[in-house]
């Protein structure tokens, strides 16, 4: 799964650690999802789009491999 997470939150002038504090989860795991290497919940994901201000559709981008 493909994600626009850091380009969101560094377009609302966050940190990675003010992000976190405002959806509830460490900075290590906003690092995590920017670098792909965890893919959120569905609670997560509609707590980022929130804070974010943006959908989660546009957010997260599903990607099918044959």
Do not use: C, W
Not at 37 to 57: D, G, I
């Amino acid at each position: 799964m493909k994600n626009k997470v850091k380009r969101y939150r560094q377009f609302s002038e966050m940190t990675q650690s003010q992000l976190a504090d405002l959806i509830g989860v460490s900075r290590q795991t906003i690092h995590a999802i920017e670098k792909e290497k965890y893919v959120p919940s569905t609670v997560l994901a509609l707590k980022l789009s929130r804070e974010l201000k943006v959908k989660v559709e546009e957010l997260f981008t599903l990607e099918i491999k044959d």
